[in-house]
């Protein structure tokens, strides 16, 4: 994979946290494939198949953070796939603050590189004592 294609790879967090803050369901598939799955089984929400099922999501169900921030982001290559690893830090509606790991299977499209499935795990800390 050359330079350029990770540069991409890693724009794509960026770009799917802007789109989701500015509520601009239009702009996803710059984001998705047009099949993707988009797993959200960890934090008690759906699995969603298709663009379009995405779409509806964000639009009609999803409580959507106040603001999202992306971070810890980088990229797996194997023979098989093409991973996407990164950190969400989100502002929530109630004023606290959330994180999540986003992992992302992507492909190489003729109009460039889209997550065809990503799964979200919420991250959890522990509190001793």
């Known amino acids: 994979m050359d330079v350029a294609d990770r540069l991409e790879l890693h724009e794509l967090p960026g770009r ?37 099922a995405i779409r509806a999501y964000m639009d009609t169900e999803a409580r959507h953070p ?37 992992h992302d299977v992507v492909v190489k499209t003729d109009d460039g590189w889209r997550v065809a499935d990503r799964v979200v795990v919420l991250r959890r800390t522990r509190v001793n004592g």
């Open 16 to 52: 799917y946290g802007d789109a989701i803050d500015d509520r601009d369901w239009d702009r996803l598939d710059r984001i998705f494939t047009p099949d993707a799955v988009f797993d959200l089984t960890d934090l008690g929400e759906p699995r969603l198949e298709g663009l379009e």
């Open 66 to 102: 106040r603001t999202h921030t992306m971070t810890n982001v980088y990229v797996d290559e194997t023979d098989d796939e093409v991973t996407l690893h990164f950190r969400i830090l989100a502002l929530l509606p109630e004023g606290r603050v959330g994180t999540a790991s986003y």
